[in-house]
């Protein structure tokens, strides 16, 4: 599908690829943690939030680097040659500590990868052909991390047959090394050189594109713009548009409190297989890319906020059943897990999608670019923010509850968001929709 995108570029081939390491990545790390290490939830979290913490200081740091060097090609392949690096001191380490250092860098260059990547493929085209271009860049990684998540579950099992598990593991990250060095390499032979331009971008059209088909992980958890974020003006922001962000802050909070103990629950206590936990990210992955569509017409035809509200609750009825089922004790088999991932992630894509067109239309005009870093460092930080507590709550008192405290912040979420809500509807760009806009 994304071959057929307008603005498809050959370096594309790379970004499949880096983002197919991260995908597997994306499992393989929390799998290391809990069957590796024979860890927790609380360790789970605490991966998660020196992670987030250091996909936001990579994205502040790398995108200002690279303006300021007036150059994106050298900071694209410096990136996927550290997630390399990365792979492979996570192959080698055999501490806790070791993960946590390796994983930190992992997030720190790829996250900042991300928003270079937007830069390089809209610099120097017509801004006409800005959101199709970013729309085939963010499709094209949208297949490669669900060709990851696919892979892995598809070798992992025969892979743990044939050794043990930490060693299995490590074979696999030593692999996605591997892929990562190939996908620089690439990226060296195939990116053409852009100098980098500092003109006012449409920033509403941009995050809008890039928000469309990403998963719920918190490595990759929107595409950032934080290096565009002035954080000594945000007092020029208006009221409405801090009491959305609030709103924004408590709905990723609430997003952590699902998303951080996941892998841990899908292993150790429902026992689902290494093999089964990957196809369930696979599902919600899946439920993602094909609400997509869906999500569109539902912005344009209900509005950003109607949208947005119902996804938060949706998401919310969702969690009450999961927590209900889970604290009753009753046997959750895989049958019923999967089509609950699906709808998951079909919340998602209405939720990200209105966010950030919400985002940028709340906003003045000239303090768009700011409301957008501001949406999405308020997605990062939050995460940082819940991570920890939502592992130790989930280990300390069950997964349930954890839900259940999920359910909160996202109800408080919508009801923010609702006292919001005008008459006008969001307006998405048509040129954003795959295979429209040639």
Known sequence: MCMRLLGFQRWYVSLILANL???????LIPLRISLGFHLDAQQLGLAATLGSLAAVVGSLIWGRLSDAAHRRKIFVIASYVMVGFAHVGLALTRSFAGLLVYNAALSFFWVANASVAVLL???????????SRIGSLNQSGAFGWLS????????????????????????LLGLLALIAFVASGIAAATITPVAATFTRRRFRGIAIAEGNLLPEAWKFSPLHLYHRLSPSRLKSLSRRVRVFLLSTFFAFTGIAFFAVPLPFVLS??????????????VA???????TYPFAIQRVRSRGGERAHVGALLIRSSLFIGAAVALGSGV??????VLPFMMLVGATWAV???SGVALAARFAKPENRGLALGSYTAVAGIS???????AGALSRGVGYHVSLLVSVVFLVAAAIGIATLRTTNDCELPAAIIPGEGQ
């Open 121 to 131: 493929v809209i610099e120097g085209a017509d801004e006409t052909l800005w959101e």
């Open 331 to 336: 046997h959750i088999a895989w049958w019923a």
């Open 351 to 353: 939720f990200q999608l």
């Open 148 to 171: 990851g998540l696919i892979l892995g579950g598809t070798i992992i099992g025969w892979t743990l047959a044939r050794t043990s598990i930490p060693t299995g593991i490590s074979l």
């Open 268 to 281: 150790q206590q429902l026992e689902f297989s290494a093999s089964l936990v990957f196809f369930c990210y």
């Open 21 to 27: 390491v991260m995908g597997m990545s994306s499992v």
């Open 284 to 290: 919600l992955h899946g439920g993602i890319v094909i």
């Open 383 to 389: 995460t940082s923010a819940a991570g920890i507590c």
